[in-house]
Nanobody, 117 residues
């Protein structure tokens, strides 16, 4: 499985961005899709997760502002980010988890989001 993230950039506070994660390779047995972020000097944190069954989970700091979704026809996962804040500045990584006898995580290369105040 290969993941290609895109859509990052520079935006003013209050603005919006949509991140995309194109998934290629074997998508069979993907259990969950996720977006994570890592700000300078901080640990990577989970931002949003979408299960294969459609259940979503968000970190409290983005609830009501971010939406994770997927388009199976395009094998793409999205993160719609609204009302962006300077503290959302980070490198964002997409992730999928597959189960094929054991759990395996796959990561994209990261896309940088900078929110100016």
């Amino acid at each position: 499985v290969q993941l290609q993230a895109s859509g990052g950039g520079l935006v003013q506070a209050g603005g919006s961005l949509t991140l995309s994660c194109a998934i290629s390779g074997s998508t069979f047995s993907i259990n969950a899709y996720g977006w994570y972020r890592q700000a300078p000097g901080k640990q990577r944190e989970r931002v949003a997760v979408l299960s294969s069954g459609g259940v979503t989970v968000y970190v409290d700091s983005v609830k009501g502002r971010f939406t994770i979704s997927r388009d199976d026809a395009k094998n793409t996962v999205y993160l719609q980010m609204n009302s962006l804040k300077p503290e959302d500045t980070a490198v964002y990584y997409c992730n999928v988890v597959k189960y094929g006898g054991s759990w395996t995580n796959y990561w994209g290369q990261g896309t940088k989001v900078t929110v100016s105040s």
